[in-house]
């Protein structure tokens, strides 16, 4: 099969054999999106070697015989999930996969296994492939009405989701989110979903847009910001050190900076000023898929906005290229 590889800090597109299901459940491959971190981990961030991508959208090509995927609840998911599911359901997957065997697996979250692999991030081949595996307890169906360009969405979105799981937001907090790429805008648009007033700061009018259009306020970056002091959340999802110190003037004493953002290397911060104002620091990194799920169910995000592009697999390098462009939200890839 043909995968997006980087070796030696190389991509290429090659052909690869499937992956040998060994126990997990093998899944064909119908969209993949290509995430900033893909362009991080291709300029040396995890030190990973292998294909890339861990966002899709697949069908379920094989299950192993035991489990035959009765999938419980997790802790966290508004509903009960489970059910049955068989080779051809439509699936998208979380991605970190656990030993199975530690306190945290087996309380159904294995996001900080500390024996983990991660899809196309850690120890895993990766979903801009035809064909990846996973274990059959990371896999939700999809819902009919949400489409293949929508589920491909789901790993960001509930990236964005996980905010809710670190920081308390009720309809009265006052939040601001910085960075107009594709994680600020889910970050915004999942927020505002809260009822929450949520200001998007960004640097592009027409990124901003995308979620003016959904009723969020939006703020293009410049010298005097408004709004400085004034907020209890900041949320950095900019990608950029600039965004650090903005979300420092916006925030009120006491206020609480979240960080999504992974920087390749160190970021310099002002220490001082996080003790001088008491400013809680939050990290936040992956979310539960099933709330994100849901939100695409009820069309509550708008997602298809920020596809750029769409290039075939075999044109992966070329697509990861159009991805670090300027400009440019998210690129899928097609096997
Ligand atoms: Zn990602
Ligand atoms: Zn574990």
Known sequence: MKAL????????????????ANGEALVRVILSGICNTDLEIARGYAGFEGTLGHEFVGVIESMPEASASARASQPGEPSLTVGLLTPGDRVVGEINAGCGNCELCRAGDSRHCARRTVLGIVGRDGAHAEFLKLPPVNLLPVPGEVSDERAVFIEPLAAACGILERVSITK????????????????????????????????HPNKLQIAARRGIATIVIDKANPGSGKF????????????????????????????????QGFTKLDAARIVVDEISVVGSRCGRFQPALDLLKQNAVDVESLISEEFALADGVQAMKRAAASGVLKVLLRP
Request: charged share 20%.
């Open 172 to 203: 009265d907090t006052r939040v601001a989110v910085i960075g107009d790429g594709k994680l600020g805008s889910l970050c915004a648009q999942v927020l505002a979903a809260t009822g929450a007033a949520i200001t998007l700061f960004g640097k």
């Open 232 to 263: 209890d959340v900041a949320v950095e999802a900019s990608g950029s050190p600039t965004g650090f110190d903005l979300a420092l003037d916006l925030l009120r004493p006491r206020g609480i900076l979240v960080l999504k953002s992974t920087f």
């Open 5 to 20: 590889r980087c070796e030696n800090q190389k991509l290429s597109v090659a052909e690869v054999p499937v992956p040998e």
